[in-house]
């Protein structure tokens, strides 16, 4: 029954194994799928934290920026631009923080993958261990079995062997206890025949006797008779010695009387054979060899008892062993998972100072390239990270802009170094950032209070002439802003002015110092720009002919007096940034009012 059951009941562990291990694998999607939801929560959150945080910071910074300035001077497109660059860079924060969630978002699925893949080893293992307990578990009981039943059947076949043994000594006995009696009896028959031989030969012998007396007797008469006839006496000597010579035949001891036989006294002489005369009592002879059969199948019955104790022993000793060992699959499961966690724990906090130092090395990076990009143009930046010279390159249309402080000689003079200090790094600092707002304004280098700036450098090849002188008078006119609202609270005068020239043209640009880079511009241009600045109005944007051609289409201009180009050559004509045209057919007054 065992031998039969056993594959039936290991197809039935096995499918409970596959059940289980389908089981494991159902509530290990389960938690994947709800780390991917809490991740997609977690992604959801930052995206509307983000949202919240772009309107939080848009606003301060957009009220910064035009804080001081008057509403109904701003354009649409300042605003929108503005808003434009502050929503990039948040989108740029933002993906960073995303690219990095995801990053961990994948880093903990890859450490979940590797605890699932932990638990379906250890349980794989388990199950193959349970499954080879059971094979081992039947083989085993099978054997113990067969050895249980090979016994009993080596019992049974001795006990009958015994059984047949006891019954061939009874019937040993029996018949040896037949053959005694058997001899006995034909003993007794024996002698009954001896002594009825001897008294029949006695009697023979007697009746022998008595007819040889009775012949001798009748053989006397007849001797007597012709004796007698003849005349001869019968008596006396004569006679006897007649019978003596002529009955010489005649035994003597015939005138003996003949005995009776006594057949007491022949029975009593009679001498008996030696007969076997054991007393065997067979029923007591099988009672012992039946009470030595019982002793006998009770020692078989200790014996098998015994190994099924054996056995059974043998068996939960297994048993304990094999519990053992699956104890010890899930110790060394525990320890490797809580090993795999802390390896794991470890890894994401190396992952976490990695992602800090890499954050911290990008804004180190982004701090590094925006120093860089300060001071150099961006494509002049860009190769020599490389390593690589920056080739001297001309230029056919630039946008150059030069402000300068009105009196600012005489303003430091009367000052503290502190006031002075504080006051460039309040003005250019808030000058620094109308740049920073232009895509392609790139600040010059700035000596003493002249304030040099170039549109133009980084889209020289895709960019329109138009465009930079545009971006460059735009840019003027918010200096001029930035000067009416400047904080002089600090300072021994309540204002100061900034005369502004601007001027288009083409030059030549390269690394003058490469021990300490600046990307210098030289040419004409260069020196006419500064010759429009002095020869400006305190607040107010002076530019050139070829300037106020790329941009009269845009804004309100007035003539101004020719200005000389260079000395000894020819002069050329001069403008009045006055406001910017409006679509709408009012004008919007830019400049400064006069």
Same mark, same amino acid.
């Given at each position: ?31 994947? =799928? @709800? ?13 509307? @934290? ?91 009981? !099978? ?7 090979? #016994?009993?059947?080596?019992? =049974? ?43 029949? %030969? ?15 007797? @009748? ?101 304990? %062993? ?18 795999? =966690? ?15 130092? !890499? ?84 600040? #010059? ?28 008078v735009e840019c003027a006119q918010r200096f001029v802003e930035i000067v009416k609202n ?101 004008? #919007? ?6």
């Amino acid at each position: 029954m065992i031998l039969t059951s056993a594959p039936f009941r290991m197809k039935e562990r096995r499918n409970a194994a596959r059940q289980y291990l389908a089981r494991v694998e159902t509530r290990q999607e389960r938690e994947r =799928k @709800s780390l991917s939801e809490g991740q997609a929560r977690k992604l959801k959150k930052l995206t509307l @934290s983000r949202n919240v945080q772009l309107r939080d910071v848009e606003d301060p910074e957009i009220r910064v920026i035009l804080k001081g300035l008057d509403f109904n001077s701003k354009t649409s497109a300042e605003e929108k631009l503005k808003t434009e660059a502050l929503a990039a860079k948040e989108a740029k924060i933002h993906h960073a923080k995303v690219l990095a969630q995801l990053v961990r978002n994948q880093k903990e699925i890859e450490q979940l993958r590797e605890i699932h893949l932990l638990q379906r080893k250890y349980i794989s293992r388990y199950l193959d261990c349970e499954l080879e307990i059971v094979d081992e578990n039947e083989a085993l009981l !099978s054997e113990h079995t067969s050895k249980e039943q090979a #016994l009993e059947e080596h019992l =049974k076949q001795q006990a009958d062997v015994e059984e047949n043994v006891i019954s061939m000594k009874m019937m040993t006995l029996q018949s040896n206890q037949n053959d005694r009696v058997v001899s006995q009896m034909a003993a007794t028959v024996r002698g009954r025949q001896r002594k009825e031989a001897k008294l029949l %030969e006695l009697r023979e012998r007697r009746d022998a006797k008595i007819r040889e007396k009775e012949f001798w007797n @009748s053989e006397i008469s007849i001797l007597k008779d012709h004796l007698s006839r003849l005349g001869f006496s019968i008596e006396g000597p004569d006679y006897l010695e007649k019978q003596v010579e002529l009955l010489c035949r005649m035994p003597q001891d015939l005138a003996e009387e003949i005995e009776d036989i006594d057949e007491d006294a022949m029975e009593a002489d009679e001498p008996t054979s030696p007969v076997a005369t054991d007393d065997v009592n067979i029923e007591a002879a099988r009672a012992r060899e039946l009470a030595l059969f019982e002793i006998l199948k009770r020692s078989h019955y200790e014996a098998s008892k015994k190994l099924k104790n054996l056995n059974i022993k043998n068996r939960e000793l297994r048993r304990i %062993e094999q519990q053992t060992a699956l104890a010890a699959i899930l110790i060394a499961q525990e320890v490797d998972i809580k090993k795999l =966690k802390t390896q794991q724990e470890l890894e994401m906090q190396a992952f976490e100072e990695t992602q800090k130092s !890499s954050s911290k090395a990008d804004e180190d990076n982004a701090a590094s390239n925006e120093r860089l990009y300060g001071m150099l143009p961006k494509f002049v930046a860009d190769v020599m990270k490389t390593g690589a010279a920056v080739e001297p390159r001309p230029f056919e249309c630039l946008a150059f802009l030069t402000a300068d402080i009105v009196s600012f000689t005489n303003l430091s003079s009367k000052s503290s170094a502190k006031q002075v200090v504080s006051l460039l790094n309040r003005l250019y600092s808030q000058m620094d950032d109308v740049i920073d707002s232009f895509e392609d304004i790139y600040k #010059l280098e700035t000596i003493g209070d002249a304030y040099n700036v170039v549109a133009g450098l980084n889209t020289q090849e895709t960019g329109q002439p138009k465009d930079f002188a545009v971006n460059m008078v735009e840019c003027a006119q918010r200096f001029v802003e930035i000067v009416k609202n400047l904080d002089m609270s600090d300072q021994i005068q309540n204002s100061i002015q900034m005369r502004i020239g601007v001027h288009v043209g083409p030059a030549v640009g390269g690394v003058a110092n490469p021990a300490m880079p600046k990307y210098s511009l030289f040419g004409d241009t260069v020196t006419i720009t500064g010759q429009m600045e002095q020869t400006s109005r305190p607040m107010e944007v002076h530019v050139s002919a070829p300037t106020y051609d790329l941009i009269k289409d845009v804004f309100e201009c007035e003539v101004s007096e020719s200005v000389p180009i260079l000395d000894g050559k020819q002069r050329m004509g001069a403008w009045w940034l006055l406001h910017k045209k409006s679509r709408n057919g009012s004008n #919007l007054l830019l400049g400064a009012s006069r």
